[in-house]
């Protein structure tokens, strides 16, 4: 038995990663639970009728969302081409959290629809996009704190198979130059 080193730990994973699977499980077996309970209240025909409807309106909120996007796009270009700086539309913005909302109503279930309703709401979606903004300027801010030779050396580190290569290369050049490797064989030693 030889003692020395703890072996290299692996990068632990957030806590949100680690809880993400238990989370969507939950969601998926409460999504039953309560399809099954409107069932068992209403009637499996009114649980079809939800279901179906619920698809229906979130096609036409993702449809009703990509032509807004697509015609905003469509103007910026025009803008642009026509040498004007375009302005920010407030009512193109949220366009994303429409598309999540309709996606949510697609998916078949009563949480992911009042999910889906609540994105529906303009000042929800406001929230929701202030948030996300925020986030994503945190998370920026804390990936520029880093430079990018730090960012290349913890890639370099942490390679997938955990082997660490610690050590310097010192080159000696004059010494290379003074003595040749020969004149019949023109490879350096260590490819002999």
Excluded: C
């Amino acid at each position: 038995m030889t003692t020395g080193a703890p072996p290299p730990s692996a990068r632990k994973r957030s806590r949100a990663r680690s809880l993400a699977p238990l989370g969507i499980a939950a969601w998926l077996v409460l999504e039953v639970w309560l399809l099954i309970l409107v069932a068992g209240a209403a009637g499996g025909f009114t649980v079809l009728a939800l279901l179906v409807g619920g698809a229906v309106l979130g096609a036409a909120v993702i449809k009703r969302a990509g032509r807004r996007a697509f015609r905003t796009l469509t103007e910026t270009l025009q803008q642009q081409q026509a040498g004007a700086v375009p302005a920010q539309d407030a009512g193109s913005t949220g366009n994303g959290f429409l598309m999540l909302g309709g996606v949510l109503l697609m998916i078949p279930g009563l949480l992911s629809d009042a999910a889906g309703l609540l994105l529906l709401l303009p000042p929800v979606r406001a929230w929701a996009g202030r948030y996300a903004e925020r986030s994503l300027d945190r998370r920026v801010k804390a990936a520029v704190a880093g430079s990018f030779g730090d960012a290349f050396q913890q890639a370099r580190m942490h390679r997938p198979d955990g082997k660490v290569v610690q050590g310097e290369v010192i080159r000696d050049d004059t010494a290379r130059q003074s003595r040749p490797y020969g004149d019949d064989d023109p490879r350096p030693p260590l490819t002999r």
